[in-house]
């Protein structure tokens, strides 16, 4: 490879060099390192560009390199990680988000298990619905056995994931779905209460319309066995929907998915039904499916003294990223013959963003404000719009997804589209330490404080616009800094500005609401699902929680996971708190079923907005 001219607008803090020297830059057998940042963004540019000729656009390869190496070392869109760290390398694997079925038969769930750990192995994650599978104690009518049940044969999933590193460079992530509906639902919804087992799974309810229907109305709803569609037993709705807020405010499991608005969205149902969605829950897939998503980081399309938006200029990367996303389809060496068809018929792209919270920030507006809901649903429509025009030019250019015809796009009078979705709002968590921005829609977690990466490395974060903010206004010490790391408010702390201290909020800082509200106003302009974790301060109630459940639900959200600070042991961001959550006096003494007070969201309140 030719040596690269220094780029004059690669600007890396030392916290996204030591991810990129640990996780994405090519080393020779012994360690090596063999590239440096710039040289990866280089490679990837480079191939990312030959999908011009594989799909024989006509266009300048070379031109749309120097376009595609330009918009990533300005960190103005990065895609997911596969495709930084495959990209023109042998692996050649490119695409993050994967779904595949489980059968019903023995054969069917161990071909899925083998077809996992090969993606696993090419670094990406897998989602799974285990709903198919019949539930414990039913009878196998080859042998005369009984089924040992779906949890079982996650376990299974559990310890091949556990022995097989993605890529060399990421442990395997899986998403564990169950209908709620399932006749094993109970043990799905506790079988990560110990905190112990299926540690490589996050696990989620899917929740549907007539359960909701039977919440509400307080009454029960039916099990319905997977084998014949048949009933086989009923639960009262709200036990049920209490327990699975009592797992998730102990220690995050299990989150929800709203499996029928997942379906009401989806764009080709003719093709198929959804059934899980990936490891982080904002992409649901059709079984084999495959999706590639990219983000761009808001931040940087802010101008720093006029604190106005450059619309022009993000307009033209979403374009410019949407063909980025449409090569790496092009391009990607899939896993598995029935992944490569599937995703070449239907062409599911994700574009999202990135640094959000430092987009506010510089635009001077509180997280959590009624403004802010208004302007990440400005920003979200001003992306789904155009990421529409672009997937339109270039089913001109380069035809339309194959099932087009079929899908749900010609009757809500779109033109033919290159792509069947076109957005889908991520977590970044590692691509936004490379970019240096806050992470997804986030709101900051704190000004200064740890962060857990990487085989449990410890990177310390002080956020760089406070920093500035603090050094241009004359209060910046070490000692403040000491004291917001320790977790003391900023109101709190003399010497800063209440203006900055109102500006710079964290998560800490925000109610449940709060967070519901953002992610619902970014789902509204979103093909996909919205990544977005909903917090609880340590001292939350379980009716805290419940209702966040219920609000996202009336809200237009795809699904919701909420995370109560200091449920676990470990956890990827840390304030002081050593508490790693509640006794097991406490949880012993927790109620199965709370009787939570419904009415605070069914009263029809919902529209107030909520105070900073």
């Not at 993050?96 to 996992?116: N, Q």
């Not at 929907?241 to 009592?246: C, N, T």
């Not at 010609?410 to 691509?431: E, F, H, K, M, W």
């Not at 917090?535 to 996202?552: G, I, R, T, W």
Request: net charge negative; aromatic share 8%; hydrophobic share 35%.
């Amino acid at each position: 490879m030719p040596t690269l001219p220094e780029n004059p607008f690669l600007t890396l803090t030392e916290n996204s060099k030591r991810v990129l020297e640990r996780r994405y830059l090519k080393r020779d057998e012994r360690g090596h390192l063999l590239e440096k940042p710039e040289e990866m963004f280089h490679r990837v540019a480079t191939f990312m560009a030959t999908g011009e000729g594989v799909l024989e656009t006509g266009q300048n390869q070379e031109e749309w390199a120097e376009t595609y190496y330009e918009m990533m070392t300005r960190l103005e869109f990065l895609p997911n990680s596969p495709t930084l760290m495959n990209a023109g390398r042998e692996l050649g694997q490119l695409a993050a988000c994967f779904v595949l079925p489980v059968e019903d038969s023995l054969e069917g769930i161990f071909e899925s298990v083998k077809h996992a750990a090969l993606i696993h192995k090419s670094g990406g994650g897998t989602g799974f619905s285990f709903s198919r599978l019949r539930p414990k104690e039913s009878v196998v009518q080859s042998t005369q056995g009984v089924s040992s049940g779906p949890i079982s044969f996650m376990s299974v999933f559990d310890a091949a994931t556990d022995t097989i590193k993605q890529g060399g460079t990421r442990r395997g992530a899986n998403m564990g779905i169950l209908r709620v509906d399932h006749p094993d639902i109970l043990e799905f919804i506790e079988c990560k209460e110990s905190g112990d087992t299926l540690n490589n799974f996050n696990i989620s309810v899917a929740l549907t319309e007539d359960f909701f229907k039977a919440v509400e109305e307080g009454g029960q709803y039916d099990l319905i066995s997977p084998r014949n569609g048949q009933k086989v037993d009923s639960l009262p709705a709200r036990e049920v929907f209490w327990r699975i807020v009592k797992g998730a405010w102990k220690n995050g499991d299990p989150g929800v998915v709203f499996l029928d608005r997942l379906n009401a969205d989806n764009p080709t149902p003719d093709v198929g039904e959804y059934e899980s969605t990936n490891p982080c829950g904002e992409q649901p897939l059709l079984p084999y499916e495959s999706c590639n998503l990219g983000s761009l980081n808001v931040s940087k399309f802010v101008h720093p003294q006029t604190r106005e938006v450059d619309w022009d200029r993000l307009k033209v990367r979403v374009h410019q990223a949407v063909r980025f996303l449409d090569n790496v389809i092009a391009l990607n060496n899939y896993p598995l013959a029935q992944i490569q068809e599937i995703t070449e018929r239907n062409r599911k792209i994700g574009l999202g963003i990135m640094g959000f919270a430092d987009y506010l920030i510089l635009r001077e507006i509180p997280y959590g404000s009624a403004a802010s809901f208004e302007e990440g649903d400005r920003l979200m429509k001003f992306i789904q719009d155009e990421s529409k025009k672009a997937s339109a030019d270039l089913a001109i250019e380069r035809g339309p997804f194959v099932d087009f015809e079929k899908s749900i796009w010609p009757g809500q009078g779109y033109p033919p589209l290159r792509n069947a979705t076109t957005t889908t709002v991520a977590p970044t968590g590692t691509i936004s330490i490379i970019a240096g921005c806050s992470s997804g829609i986030e709101p900051l977690f704190g000004i200064c404080y740890w962060r857990n990466v990487m085989d449990n490395d410890r990177l310390v974060e002080v956020h760089p616009i406070f920093k500035s903010r603090a050094l241009e206004e004359g209060f910046y010490s070490e000692k403040l800094l000491s004291r917001v790391a320790a977790g003391e408010a900023l109101h709190e702390i003399e010497g800063i500005p209440e203006k900055v201290a109102d500006l710079f909020v964290t998560t800490r800082d925000l109610s449940p609401e709060q967070h519901v509200r953002m992610q619902a106003a970014f789902q509204k302009h979103t093909d996909n699902a919205v990544s977005k974790t909903i917090n609880f301060h340590h001292e939350a109630k379980l009716e805290d929680v419940a209702d966040a459940y219920l609000l996202s639900h009336r809200l237009g959200c795809k699904g919701i996971t909420i995370y109560r600070d200091g449920s676990r042991a470990f956890q990827v961001l840390n304030h002081g708190l050593e508490d790693s959550g509640a006794s097991a006096s406490q949880w012993a003494s927790l109620p199965v079923y709370g009787g939570c007070d419904l009415s605070r969201i069914w009263s029809g309140d919902t529209e107030k907005e909520p105070v900073v």
